[in-house]
């Protein structure tokens, strides 16, 4: 090679060399408000995936007591309750009982 080739190849290795150790692994350019806030968003948005990839992980593993026996949930579910069905409030007057029992009738109704 002759030798202002060879000065030339120097000089380019030598200026890329220093632009590189100048900007010290920094983007070349800046990034603009929306590039940013787009790289926010991709980022919230992978964290609420993964968030939602282990709670249904987690929700996977719980067993419930009607897909284990839905015909008893049913009967449970469709029969009125009685006073007889909470021993514990018997010093309750049968208007307050019977206000509770339809308080609750209406909260399995909802389910």
Request: proline share 5%; with cysteine.
């Amino acid at each position: 090679m002759s030798p202002i080739r060879d000065i030339k190849v120097a000089l380019v290795s030598f200026c890329i060399l220093y632009y590189a150790i100048l900007s010290e692994g920094r983007p070349l350019r800046r990034r603009s408000v929306s590039e940013v806030q787009l790289m926010h968003n991709l980022g919230e948005h992978k964290h609420m995936q993964e968030r939602q990839d282990w709670l249904q992980m987690k929700l996977s593993n719980i067993h419930t007591v009607s897909s284990q026996n839905p015909e008893r949930m049913e009967s449970v579910r469709s029969r009125s309750l009685l006073p007889e069905d909470l021993p514990d409030l018997e010093d309750l007057t049968s208007n307050e009982v019977k206000s509770i029992m339809n308080i609750l009738e209406k909260l399995f109704d909802a389910q």
